[in-house]
């Protein structure tokens, strides 16, 4: 990514975006239980064409403004969303892309590895989160969500962050 004030302006734009609709939309909308998590999404798309400094300063700045926004507790998303935007990153430098497909397999792992870490995170600073077999299955719903999100948000991401990039992800 080239780095810019337009490159920052654009994704602080874009992660704003997603945690206010987030806070705001989605996490009103149960579907079977599981929710939407578009920041997630965000998260690793930006990584994914970015690269992963970039992630990862872009998931930490998204988990400070989840956090701040929904008065969670404080560094909790903002641990995790960091570990997924530099995992989503280092993928797509290590391995290159060879179909246009592959945002969907991404986006349902990122959003698994957010749930479950997401979990193990708050039971070990005891939030008060609640241990049940339905758990299970909202995760699972959730992540089913989130892979048939996963193709839009990646493909936005692409075409908002494409004068930022370095090279065009379409070539």
Same mark, same amino acid.
């Given at each position: 990514?080239?780095?810019?004030?337009?490159?920052?302006?654009?994704?602080?734009?874009?992660?704003?975006?997603?945690?206010?609709?987030?806070?705001?939309?989605?996490?009103?909308?149960?579907?079977?239980?599981?929710?939407?998590?578009?920041?997630?999404?965000?998260?690793?798309?930006?990584?994914?064409?970015?690269?992963?400094? /970039?992630?990862?300063? /872009? !998931?930490?700045?998204?988990?400070?403004?989840?956090?701040?926004?929904?008065?969670?507790?404080? !560094?909790?998303?903002?641990?995790?969303?960091?570990?997924?935007?530099?995992?989503?990153?280092?993928?797509?430098? #290590?391995?290159?892309?060879?179909?246009?497909?592959?945002?969907?397999?991404?986006?349902?792992?990122? /959003?698994?590895?957010?749930?479950?870490?997401?979990?193990?995170?708050?039971?070990?600073?005891?939030?008060?989160?609640? #241990?049940?077999?339905?758990?299970?299955?909202?995760?699972?719903? /959730?992540?089913?969500?989130?892979?048939?999100?996963?193709?839009?948000?990646?493909?936005?991401?692409?075409?908002?962050?494409?004068?930022?990039?370095?090279?065009?992800?379409?070539?």
């Amino acid at each position: 990514m080239i780095l810019s004030v337009g490159a920052f302006v654009r994704v602080g734009a874009l992660l704003l975006v997603a945690v206010v609709l987030q806070l705001s939309a989605l996490n009103q909308l149960s579907i079977l239980g599981g929710h939407a998590d578009l920041v997630v999404l965000v998260v690793a798309a930006v990584a994914y064409y970015a690269g992963s400094v /970039t992630g990862s300063a /872009t !998931g930490f700045a998204a988990g400070l403004l989840l956090d701040l926004l929904s008065g969670a507790t404080m !560094g909790a998303s903002s641990l995790v969303l960091t570990a997924i935007g530099y995992g989503v990153g280092r993928f797509r430098e #290590v391995r290159d892309p060879s179909h246009g497909l592959l945002p969907v397999p991404v986006g349902a792992l990122a /959003t698994a590895a957010w749930v479950v870490a997401f979990a193990a995170v708050s039971l070990m600073l005891d939030i008060g989160a609640r #241990v049940s077999p339905l758990v299970i299955r909202d995760m699972v719903v /959730t992540v089913l969500l989130n892979a048939l999100l996963a193709l839009p948000v990646f493909t936005g991401c692409r075409k908002l962050l494409r004068p930022s990039l370095a090279v065009d992800p379409l070539e």
